[in-house]
């Protein structure tokens, strides 16, 4: 079995054991704060890389975010939606991704689900799931007008310490990973770099480098003419 996939597996069952360390700050999960919610599942989809010679020797499936959405507008995020009726979480987040990638629930490995965390700003719930998939195949055009691009990022350019900061942009700051098509920020930002600390993946990095963001990048206003990443 790839040692990857082991750690994955590892940190879904001390999630399920209550093991492990929630995310905190404006995303703690209460209760009480969540009720009247919405509740919605996303996918953290790992892959072996395509591309030789990086550690820790995967890829990650994130998609661009149409900048005409109500929510979060070109945002860079983790594929995932709202639970329909008589779903769960983990339910969701494999539909949503096969929605918004084109990735079928067949190459879809699911480890396990992660506690819940809060999205205060959209009123959302959010249950990250951890998954593996050993052939997955995203369509380059999916959910139109939704999705912009899917994206196949290694993790170890994630982790590079030179393509992170701390994004602030209007009083909020959040943990950035930036890409060529944007920053990875807010919730999404901050969840992998707190699921990349509990894999002990994360590789020394300067907080205290801050990357001031403008309205209009973080609406993705000029996605629309931006080529996508390879």
Known sequence: MQPRRDELSELAAWAASGRF???GGAHAYSEETSRGFRRSGVLLLF???ARAGSDPGLDLFLVQRSPLLRHHPGQIALPGGRLEPGEDAVAAA???THEETGITPDQVEVAGPL???LVPLSEFVVTPVLAW???AHARDEVAPGEVLHTLRVPVAELLDPAARATV???GFGSRGFRRPTGWVWGFTGNLLDHVFDQLGWT???DPGNVYRMGWDE?????LLTKPGEP
Do not use: I, N, Q
């Open 21 to 23: 360390e929630p995310l």
């Open 47 to 49: 892959t072996p890389t």
């Open 94 to 96: 494999v539909r949503e």
């Open 115 to 117: 506690p819940p965390v």
């Open 133 to 135: 998939s050993e052939t």
């Open 168 to 170: 602030h942009m209007g």
């Open 203 to 205: 590789v020394p990095w």
């Open 218 to 222: 973080a609406r993705g206003a000029d």
